[in-house]
């Protein structure tokens, strides 16, 4: 065994003092641990430095200092290493999510819209987040934490701006907004400001900041600032006024007693149950008030071989049945320019909720008109 004397033991004491650790216990166990190493394995014949040499790289990847950082972390932050293997995982899961919901959506597969909202919401509620909190205790300066703070609430607002926009909820123009305006006034000058006053980090921060005016830029293009009625806004008063319109036509009181009729009204009405009971969790609009149904998707039951793509499916030929016993041509109920064209594997993809209720409305419409007509003139 090598009997390390005195003066080495103050150069490796030294030595690890002049690489950046500057907790004294932290110094102290260090070197404790270096001179049990090398009294273990150094030979007489050895270099002693040489030896050190190789032996303190086994305690640091790229310097020293590192080891006291950790050290800070998990004396500071408990969850430290649970919190960043949270931040990996969430961090990959986000991304597959998103991957897979991507080529679902191009591929017309059921699923495609929980995927990408699972991905968006893990990514800007769990992910983002914890970059904060983990990178914030790593940045050395209050105006290193900014950023840090300004680029993570950035990315939380832009992401969810993008999930309200697919999801077509309210509030999404909004989000963009205030997306691009915590880029342009915050976190822009907050990064800029702060790269450029260290040489070694100032061309790095021109570049990134003439790419992140660029997407600013972009990004305020996509923006419609002009006030307008929402789309969905029109295709649910669309619908309403349909529905008011077969409800002011009071076919319950002059039923179709044609059994080809009632069987594509019966239908219809299944259809529209089953999407309202998606929308507003109730089978049918309310009595008294104005109903509040945002546009969205159909439900899961109009995707591939669902319950709604069969009734739409049994709706299709009901009227195919009932357009072949009219021997009149202008007795026959259009299809065209109506859900009876879509193809059943693709109907949760081409219509949304609002979309088929309306489709769904009219066809009842033609219906009911094409009926009194044929009493009237019987």
């Known amino acids: 065994m090598y009997c390390i004397t005195d003066e080495q033991i103050e150069y490796i004491l030294n030595d690890i003092r002049r690489n950046g650790v500057e907790m004294e216990d ?20 050895d270099d002693f430095e040489q030896f050190y040499l190789k032996t303190v790289r086994r305690f640091y990847n790229t310097e020293l200092r590192e080891i006291e950082e950790e050290t800070i972390n998990l004396l500071t932050f408990k969850n430290y290493y649970a919190m960043k293997k949270v931040m990996l995982m969430s961090g990959a899961s986000s991304v597959t999510a998103f991957i897979i919901g991507t080529v679902f959506k191009i591929m017309h597969w059921p699923g495609a819209s929980i995927l990408i909202l699972l991905a968006i919401v893990t990514f800007s509620l769990v992910f983002l987040p914890i970059i904060y909190f983990l990178k914030s205790r790593e940045a050395t300066d209050n105006r290193q934490k900014a950023v840090v703070a300004m680029a993570c ?3 939380i607002v832009f992401s969810l701006g993008i999930l309200f926009t697919i999801m077509h909820w309210p509030g999404a123009n909004v989000l963009g907004m205030s997306a691009i305006l915590l880029a342009a006034f915050g976190l822009l ?21 003439i790419l992140l005016t660029g997407a600013i830029g972009l990004m305020f293009a996509m923006v419609n600032l002009r006030q307008r009625i929402p789309l969905a806004q029109a295709r649910m008063d669309n619908y309403l006024q349909a529905e008011a319109l077969l409800n002011s036509l009071s076919y319950g009181s002059t039923a179709p007693t044609d059994s080809l009729s009632k069987d594509i009204i019966g239908t219809c009405e299944a259809i529209k149950s089953m999407v309202l009971q998606n929308a507003i969790n109730a089978p049918s ?24 793509v069969k009734l739409v499916q049994q709706l ?24 009876l064209e879509s193809d059943p594997s693709h109907l949760g993809y081409d219509y949304s909720n609002l979309l088929l209720l309306s489709s769904v409305t009219q066809l009842q419409l033609a219906v009911v008109v094409k009926e009194q007509q044929l009493a009237s003139k019987g």
Not at 189 to 209: A, C
């Open 26 to 45: 932290l110094q102290l166990n260090l070197l404790d641990h270096i001179c049990c190493i090398m009294e273990q394995e150094l030979k007489e014949t």
């Open 153 to 155: 609430l950035t990315g």
């Open 189 to 209: 000058p907050l990064y800029f400001f702060t790269g450029i006053r260290h040489p070694e980090t100032k061309m790095n921060t021109i570049m990134v900041s």
């Open 285 to 308: 609009l309310p009595a008294g008030k104005k109903p509040m149904i945002r546009e969205a998707s159909p439900g899961d039951a109009f995707y591939g071989d669902g319950a709604g």
């Open 316 to 339: 299709r030929n009901a009227v195919s049945r009932y357009n072949a016993a009219q021997t009149n041509p202008s007795a026959r109920i259009p299809t065209t320019y109506s859900v």
